[in-house]
């Protein structure tokens, strides 16, 4: 149970990452006996250093120094592969292996207790440094998420990866998948997501090692890499500090977060001028992942403030490519994993889709083919606000909010504009199997939104943010029904079709100019479209609203306008308590069930 109560509606930028050195490491593999040889087997696993040495920077003005020592877990035979689920918010996370059995992919259950929640592996790295006097000066574990910054390690390898940029860290996910692709390596760094250490400028051994739990679980050998590392002391004033994070942002990503959904196809998303500067300048915590050569994952934070992505790997770990480039037997083989013709197992990258040139002709239909379900996630991230210099004397209630696409099709809605006016008129598309368009359906409108936070067209009608008294009557209702649709968040990427590589994760790919002449948006099966508690619209006024007991309904699809596979699973309820008094309200937000975030 969580009360809270702040000011101001803005959530922490936490630290940004810089660029890996080009690695230069051998790495050894365990061989298997004889006995696991006819078992089922699954990948080959070794941590392994990019360097033998790196060098840190400590910002004076930050809480201390982040650990990307260039650390990295390899995975050869066969792909690494996770899936992560729970039936409902009752039920506890539990995660299975794919491992394999004369060519033939098999679920393994791991242990209850091998996580706790969707964001990765807990306490997988070990880490220690010591001083030049060998005084150990930081003991450490992290979680390690397999979907890190990832990349090849060997000319053979795959030259995509099918698994999903990040970990979903949205308390109400459902299903993930997480995966070092055979021939890869995945950062063990967590970037943003990890906690800064107190280290003064000067020279450290870091000793990494994987924890013995995983070791036993997944057959690690017990060889921690070691690192020297060099911090050096900097300070924003220098002039080098702020100006060198805003080119590594690639944009800044102010706004609303434009790289915050959790792709990764090319740099990181920039954002368009008009999106940039609704949070000031931007310091070297913030900033961005920068354009690397490998995969680049950002984080899922929907429409608001970006979290930094850990940095890609080098195209090659050079050394290891070279010991490995003639070894191309079964081994390097292994079993096929990608899709066939006309099969989507959620490892195809999903092509981009835009707007048609001019409306639909035609007579318009809803055929009988496979429509999207929409669904509602909980309310999280509620808060207390008060109307700051804006609305002095106000009380509102905040939120963030999630719909999210459960299929087995994509929402697809095209806005198209009439010389002179100010909306748009919407459809919506439906597709074969095939993927081929056989029907449309007028659905509403689209708008332009222009307010900080937003500068974007919004589809009208696509959710609903009603406050319902403890009897279930609708107590106030949020002004906001329109929405600019993106793929922020991996809510449940085992159900069927879920595309892991969604293509609009942020707003620099969807929801258009104020000069666009026709708009595309599109809602990926597996993901949602988060709309974070500090944006305009995302709030009650909860003023004259009596102290008591409470819901906050997210509805998708309220005018039921748009076609579904089923509209009775459209509404989430969370309950909240108000207390205290005009200018110092409260909340307390008892665990949904077996979550217990606010």
């Not at 990349?151 to 970990?167: F, L, N, Q, V």
Request: hydrophobic share 35%; proline share 8%; glycine share 10%.
């Amino acid at each position: 149970m969580t009360t809270t109560r702040t000011n101001r509606l803005r959530r922490p930028l936490l630290a940004g990452t810089t660029a890996v050195a080009a690695m230069a490491v051998t790495a050894g593999f365990m061989a298997a006996s004889p006995e696991q040889a006819t078992a089922a087997t699954g990948p080959k696993l070794s941590l392994v250093a990019a360097t033998g040495s790196v060098t840190l920077t400590s910002w004076k003005e930050e809480p201390g120094v982040y650990l990307d020592l260039g650390t990295y877990l390899t995975a050869e035979g066969t792909p690494l592969e996770l899936k992560v689920t729970r039936k409902s918010y009752k039920d506890p996370v539990v995660v299975t292996q794919t491992v394999y059995e004369g060519g033939k992919a098999k679920a393994k259950t791991l242990p209850q207790d091998t996580v706790k929640d969707f964001s990765g592996l807990p306490g997988f790295a070990e880490i220690t440094l010591t001083d030049k006097a060998g005084k150990k000066v930081v003991s450490r574990t992290e979680s390690f998420c397999p979907n890190n910054a990832s990349g090849r390690i060997r000319p053979d390898a795959p030259a995509t990866s099918k698994y999903p940029e990040s970990c979903p860290t949205n308390p109400f996910t459902l299903g993930s998948v997480w995966g070092v692709e055979k021939g890869w390596a995945a950062n063990t760094y967590g970037g943003s997501y990890t906690q800064p250490v107190k280290l003064a400028a000067g020279t450290y051994t870091a000793r990494v090692g994987v924890a013995k739990k995983y070791r036993d679980l997944f057959g690690i050998a017990d060889k921690p890499a070691t690192v020297k590392v060099t911090v050096q002391e900097r300070s924003w004033e220098e002039g080098n500090g702020v100006s060198a994070a805003r080119s590594a942002a690639a944009g800044e990503h102010a706004g609303h977060g434009t790289a915050g959904g959790h792709a990764g196809h090319g740099a990181a998303h920039q954002a368009p001028a008009g999106h940039a500067g609704h949070h000031g300048p931007v310091k070297p915590s913030q900033a961005g992942a920068p354009e690397t050569s490998g995969a680049t994952p950002s984080y899922n934070v929907g429409h608001g403030p970006l979290k930094a992505a850990p940095p890609a790997l080098p195209w090659a770990l050079k050394k290891q490519q070279a010991a490995l480039a003639g070894a191309q037997g079964a081994d390097a083989a292994g079993p096929r994993t990608g899709d066939a013709t006309g099969q989507t197992d959620g490892s195809r990258k999903a092509p981009a889709l835009v707007p048609a040139a001019k409306r639909p002709t035609g007579k318009a239909s809803v055929p009988d083919v496979p429509k999207p379900d929409l669904r509602s996630l909980p309310a999280y991230g509620i808060t207390i606000s008060d109307g700051t210099e804006n609305v002095p004397g106000k009380d509102y209630l905040a939120f963030s909010a999630n719909v999210w696409n459960a299929g087995p099709a994509q929402l697809v809605v095209d806005g198209f504009r009439s010389p002179g006016k100010a909306k748009m008129d919407a459809y919506q598309y439906f597709y074969d199997a095939r993927g081929k368009q056989v029907g449309y359906t007028p659905t509403g409108t689209m708008e332009w939104d222009p307010r900080p936070g937003h500068v974007h067209w919004h589809f009208t009608d696509f959710a609903s943010y009603r406050l319902l008294k403890a009897d279930k009557k609708e107590a106030v209702r949020s002004g906001k029904e329109a929405f600019c649709l993106a793929n922020t968040d991996a809510v449940d990427y085992t159900v069927k079709n879920a595309n892991w590589h969604p293509f609009n994760t942020d707003l620099a790919t969807a929801c258009g100019q104020e000069n666009s002449i026709s708009v595309r948006e599109v809602l990926d099966v597996g993901s949602g479209d988060t709309y974070t508690q500090d944006l305009p619209g995302q709030s009650f006024d909860i003023t004259d609203v009596p102290n008591g007991t409470y819901y906050i309904q997210v509805l998708a699809n309220p005018a039921k306008r748009l076609k579904e596979t089923n509209l009775d699973n459209n509404s989430a309820l969370r309950k909240v308590v108000l207390s205290g008094k005009p200018g110092k309200r409260t909340v307390t937000v008892p665990a949904h069930d077996l979550v217990n975030a606010n």
